[in-house]
């Protein structure tokens, strides 16, 4: 617990800088428990703070962890260069507070996209170390053939790797799809897997990150939420 003025408060929270917060609060536009509060040295208590800015209530969040139903067509890059960026589709002050993408989902990807502004949270889930795996659904040009999924499953040779690549399991859903986990998240490593086995990635979508499922998170695409304790803790790899 502990306590900070408002205008740092704001701040933190992505609402802009500090002198710009300080003018939000003096112009009576922040309220507190339904009270205007216009000094912006007013002493707040962080932990289960709420506060409403514009009409609009927030939570004090020390850190935001957030899960994207990524659309097609976005560049998960706080930089995007031929596409529009993933933070485009979040609340403005997300990119005041320097959230980013945990890992990347090509432009053309869709599905589960984690971000946040904790640098260790994203360090860790984008270790190879942490064997987090990660599940996709892959539209295919050719058939899904038996011999397609021992090729996955086996493992196939990257030229730029110097190991042959695996799936963690894999397995046919009709005959044009199929259901591939991986735990290395290499660069389009499923696509580059599915060519190196003599097959062509159509479309792509990643549906699980350890055991979140993002079924389980009822978004649209485009939509986005945040994820609290019990969400985070499907992250971890399985009997972490």
Known sequence: ??????????????????????????????????????D????????????TIFDETWEYRQH???????PPGYECSRKPSHHPGVLTLLPEQFTW??????????????????????????????????????????????PVTD????????GVKLHDEPAPLAAQSCRRLDEHRLEIVLEQGKYHQVKRMLAAAGNHCQALRRTMVG?????????????????DEEKLSLLAPAGA
Request: glycine content about 8%; some cysteine.
């Open 1 to 38: 617990m502990s306590k900070q003025s408002l205008d740092r408060i704001l701040q933190s929270q992505g609402f802009g800088t500090r002198k710009w917060c300080r003018e939000l609060i003096s112009d009576g536009e922040v309220a507190v428990n339904g009270e205007t509060i216009t």
């Open 40 to 51: 912006y040295r007013a002493s707040l208590e962080t932990d289960g703070l709420s506060f």
């Open 64 to 70: 935001v962890y957030i899960a994207l139903n990524k």
């Open 97 to 142: 507070r320097e959230v980013q993408p945990v890992g990347r989902l090509d432009h053309d990807t869709t599905g589960l996209l984690l971000m946040s502004d904790d640098g260790a949270f994203i360090h860790a889930q984008s270790s190879p170390k942490r064997h987090v795996p990660k599940l996709y659904v892959a539209t295919t040009d050719a």
């Open 147 to 154: 011999e397609l999924i021992e090729k996955l499953l086996s």
């Open 211 to 227: 055991r979140l499922e993002l079924d389980s998170l009822s978004l649209d695409e485009g939509e986005w939420c945040y994820l």
